[in-house]
């Protein structure tokens, strides 16, 4: 998405990353992935919870899951640990058009599954400029 | 198409973001919500 981000900036998008980590953990994330998004701190989930995101054990290990796990290994990627937080917190992608209207809602069912950023900016380009 | 819920956050560097502020100033908001950051 970070490739992505003047296109996104272009359709009048301000994109928020929310997490549930903690500040060192979320700055640490920042420093190894993007941070030209705004990151916004939700440590008691809710608005996760507002948005309707589930907790499940059993999809956030489903067996893709864990392929992707091995597969990162096996390149040897390095993970790193949960921090202690909630592994089986589920995210989700959701698109708001100015008038507060929820235009697209993608709560993932796993966590390899997210929206293809194509996907995001077709909905984008879709939503009225003025 | 429904209303979603409106929300204030703190973000990582201090700053208060709410939506309804986002909204209001005429741009459209992409919420994206993280899993662990293990």
Not at chain 2, 3 to 28: M, R, Y
Request: some cysteine.
């Amino acid at each position: 998405m970070c490739a992505r981000q003047d296109e996104i900036a272009a359709l009048n998008t301000r994109v928020f990353i929310i997490s549930f980590g903690t500040l060192p953990a979320v700055q640490q994330w920042m420093s190894e992935t993007c941070t030209t998004f705004t990151v916004l701190l939700d440590r008691e989930r809710t608005v996760y919870n507002a948005y309707g995101l589930e907790r499940s054990r059993l999809r956030a290990f489903s067996p893709r899951t864990l392929w992707l796990y091995a597969t990162c290994h096996l390149r040897g990627k390095q993970m790193h640990s949960s921090h202690g937080d909630d592994t089986s917190q589920l995210g989700g992608d959701f698109i708001v058009d100015k008038n507060g209207l929820l235009r697209l809602s993608y709560p993932s069912h796993d966590p390899v599954d997210r929206p293809a950023v194509e996907a995001l900016l077709r909905v984008l380009r879709e939503l009225p400029s003025q | 198409m429904k209303t979603v819920p409106t929300f204030t956050l703190t973000s990582a560097s201090g700053e208060q973001i709410s939506l309804s502020e986002v909204l209001k100033n005429g741009n459209h908001a992409l919420l994206v919500f993280l899993r662990h950051l293990g």
